[in-house]
């Protein structure tokens, strides 16, 4: 009997679905890639991993069992995995898997139906950061169990990821406040019976003076930027009240159904969340530009699309300025990401050397022999810590002033240098997750989905490093047998 075997799993003939095994596609020549082999291996080996998935998806759940089915806790896992080692969008996730037999083995839906992008986007977004670090925890603890990380030595550094803004001045963002609170009330107004009235759109004359603002040279700045600012001020303002009084009149309105009821209720809900940045807004261009006060950093506003947005400054020639978080990284001798952390603000480096060693010791039940860093991380206190809590080698290099003969023989010696050069290793670890794992530019909104993101390209390419380990190993055992 002719059999074929098709891409979805499904028979031409019959139309009943055939599950196809690896053996089978093996059989017709098509095999996964090496990696993606190692790492579903690894996957089907410890379950743990997608136990943590379970738990996200099925929290807040009366009920997990009925309803309609979605992805299964391995689906979300592995999907999750796929996209973030192909550095893939969900339009090109969902398309690959669909056209891909060996991806749908990967995945798990095998001869199964694949859904829609936004299905994927959903599962995702049911995980939690922590979950997601917890899941990095459990990978390092297992590769240090198989003997594929032994602890001896760490190299830290910091590294801003940027969430999706535009460089914000303070005229652009009176613009946004204005053109997105009057979006959102046009969308409340087509939901609302009986409709209402007294709102303003006042897109055109905010749009005429910001790109009036901005097309003043520096001699019209002096003497007409205030008066154009005072008019766009003013009209921020007049919308930002007009808002809340429609959110007022539309307190008891009520939709033709259900689904607009909810919809109108999003919507007052987004009005009121946007009027509030706009308060803010508001207020900082005021004291910037008209009173000519600084405004401390921790209020300052950024975006009215990410507020959580910090500006981060850390003296680099090409990029004086980055709008995003700063990262935390700390990496082993083989490659493996064993700490990572969002941090709020622009900390100081030296303020993570501590902290890393103390997370070290409880990952790798010892201290590092070497500790890598750069000249951001020194300070003579962490340099005695280190000391006193069992480095062998500090290989941090000093930070200013003039180095005394001590220290300078000290930088000098060669086990100092091959510390620096180790160290060196983790500016590539970070160009990867970057280039290959797609954390150069968060594109999700909110701060949990930041750090998901952060976390999902770390846990990618720990099992990327893990597959490569293993691989390794297997090979040496594969010669000496």
């Known amino acids: 009997m002719w059999h074929k075997i098709e891409c979805a799993g499904v028979s031409r003939v019959s139309g009943s679905p055939i599950g196809v095994t690896n053996e089978q596609l093996a059989r017709h020549g098509i095999r996964l890639e090496p990696v993606l082999q190692a790492i579903s291996d690894f996957l089907d080996e410890n379950d743990e991993l997608v136990e943590l998935v379970r738990c996200d998806l099925t929290r807040g759940l009366k009920n997990p069992a009925r309803g309609r089915r979605g992805l299964t806790p391995g689906q979300v896992l592995r999907s999750l995995i796929l996209m973030r080692i192909k550095n893939w969008d969900y ?31 959903r599962a995702h977004n049911r995980l939690t950061p922590e979950t997601l670090k917890a899941l990095n925890e459990v990978v390092v603890q ?49 939901k609302v019976e009986p409709t209402f009235e007294g709102f303003r759109n006042r897109t055109r004359a905010a ?42 009149k539309t307190k008891n309105a009520r939709g033709r159904n259900l689904a607009d009821k909810l919809a ?6 987004e009005i009121e969340h946007f009027c509030e940045l706009g308060d803010r807004v508001i207020n900082q261009t005021r004291r910037r530009v008209l009173e000519g006060k600084q405004v401390p950093t921790a209020e300052k506003i950024y975006s009215i699309f ?21 990262v935390f990284i700390a990496e082993s001798s083989q ?18 050397v501590t902290t ?32 006193g809590d069992g480095v062998k080698m500090v290989s941090i290099p000093q930070r200013g002033g003039v180095r005394s003969p001590k220290r300078e023989a000290y930088e000098k010696r060669r086990d100092f ?29 909110g701060r949990a989905r930041f750090e998901l993101l952060v976390g999902a390209a770390v846990l990618a390419n720990n099992l990327m490093r893990i597959a490569a380990l293993l691989t390794k190993q297997s090979l040496r055992k594969r010669r000496a047998a």
């Open 91 to 121: 339009r090109e996730l969902r398309e690959r898997i669909a056209d891909g037999c060996t991806l749908r083995q990967f995945t798990e839906f095998h001869w199964k139906a694949v859904p829609k992008h936004d299905a994927f986007n």
């Open 142 to 190: 297992v590769a240090v169990g198989l003997r594929l990380e032994d602890g001896k030595k760490l190299r830290v550094d910091t590294t801003v990821v940027q969430t999706d803004v535009h460089h914000p001045t303070d005229n652009t963002l009176l613009w946004d406040v204005v053109r997105v609170i009057t979006r959102a009330v046009g969308r409340l107004a087509k």
């Open 207 to 248: 749009r005429r003076r910001m790109q009036e603002i901005q097309r003043m040279t520096t001699k019209q700045r002096s003497t007409q930027q205030n008066g154009k600012y005072r008019e766009l001020i003013a009209i921020a303002e007049e919308v930002v009240a007009g808002a809340r009084l429609v959110v007022q």
């Open 264 to 269: 109108i209720d999003a919507s007052k809900k």
């Open 306 to 326: 990410e507020p959580h947005t910090d500006l981060i400054k850390r003296g680099k020639v090409r990029t004086p300025m980055e709008f995003g978080h700063k």
């Open 335 to 352: 490659g493996l990401i064993t700490q990572y952390e969002v941090l709020d603000g622009n900390p100081s480096d030296e303020q993570h």
């Open 356 to 387: 890393s060693l103390k997370r070290h010791r409880q990952t790798f039940d010892r201290a590092p022999e070497v500790y890598g860093a750069d000249r951001a991380f020194f300070s003579e206190d962490n340099v005695k810590s280190c000391k």
């Open 417 to 445: 240098k091959d510390g620096q050069r180790f160290r060196a290793g983790i500016e590539g670890s970070i160009s990867v997750l970057f280039r290959g794992r797609g954390m150069k530019r968060c594109l999700a909104e």
